[in-house]
């Protein structure tokens, strides 16, 4: 029997979350969960990737671009990916929007043009942009004046008022208010995207694993206007296998392997 003292001496877990995914922590149902945790939610997905790759937190909810630089990490496993609140699916597309009053009917007659993103990791902005040019050999930054901009609902508001030129957003973002089709036009589009996944050291301690998966399928939030994502499902592999395949052809993102340069896309575990 474990006694209150090896209890107390017993190390906290940790975990990492990207503040930009609005989990409401503060939530009963999510406080109950980690009342013997130490979560951290952070805006600062430099710090995030970098504490991951070191091991510092145990489980972390994060975009999926940050896995691929955990992808020869095989100390990671997936638990959940996050559900679309239009779709349901544990899947999401990103949109390429222009001012409606813009001329262009595709990006390539946008070279040189303001495009904004959320953050160097967002993978509905950034890397959908990066991956949309890099289909046709080209890298984002040598093709677009490319900065960051508010995110979600203020990417397409700086599109309306002139700021940028364009951005890809997430496309829930876009439909939930009636007069972002009103004001902007969609020119392009990436599907099937991998949502946010939830994901733990393989070695993490099965009993809180086990409750954590059990409390991510059980998600049920409340229904509200924005709402990013609703839910989760089962970890999505071969979909973030796909789209971490396409990031293999982005011009410069090569560097960032491993020591293996024969490595393949990292391919995570799902259980």
């Known amino acids: 029997m474990t006694n209150q003292s090896d209890a107390r001496d017993r190390p906290q877990l940790r975990g990492g979350f990207d503040a930009n995914l609005e989990l409401p922590l503060a939530d009963a149902y999510w406080a109950s969960l980690f009342a013997n945790c130490v ?4 805006p600062n997905l430099d710090a995030l990737t970098a504490a991951l790759l070191d091991h510092r937190y145990d489980f972390a909810y994060l975009p999926s671009a940050n896995c691929f630089f955990l992808r020869n990490d095989r100390s990671w496993r997936g638990l959940a990916s996050a559900l679309s609140p239009s779709t349901k699916a544990p899947a999401q597309s990103s949109v390429f929007v222009v001012k409606r009053s813009n001329r262009a009917t595709s990006w390539q007659q946008l070279k040189g043009a303001k495009l ?8 509905t902005s950034y890397f ?5 040019l890099a289909r046709d050999g080209l890298a984002l930054n040598d093709f677009f004046d490319a900065f ?6 203020g990417q397409i508001d700086a599109v309306v008022d002139g700021r940028i ?3 890809m957003v997430y496309e829930d973002v876009w439909l939930a208010r009636p007069s972002n089709a009103a004001e902007t036009r969609i020119i392009a589009r990436l599907d099937d995207l991998p949502t946010p996944p939830v994901i733990a050291l393989a070695g993490l301690d099965a009993a809180f694993t086990s409750r954590l998966t059990a409390a991510l399928m059980a998600y049920e939030p409340k229904p509200a206007p924005g709402t990013l994502y609703a839910g989760f499902a089962s970890y999505q592999d071969m979909r973030m ?3 971490f395949a396409e990031l293999e052809t982005v011009p410069g993102l ?4 491993a020591a293996d340069p024969q490595a ?3 391919k995570m575990s799902s259980r």
Do not use: E, H, K, M
């Not at 979560?39 to 952070?42: M, R």
């Not at 959908?128 to 949309?132: E, G, N, R």
């Open 39 to 42: 979560v951290t939610s952070t």
């Open 116 to 123: 904004g993103y959320i953050n160097t990791y967002c993978t």
């Open 128 to 132: 959908a942009s990066s991956i949309l």
């Open 148 to 153: 960051a901009v508010a995110p979600w609902q």
């Open 165 to 167: 030129d364009a951005t």
């Open 241 to 243: 296998r796909r789209f």
């Open 254 to 257: 090569a560097a960032t392997r």
């Open 264 to 266: 393949s896309a990292y």
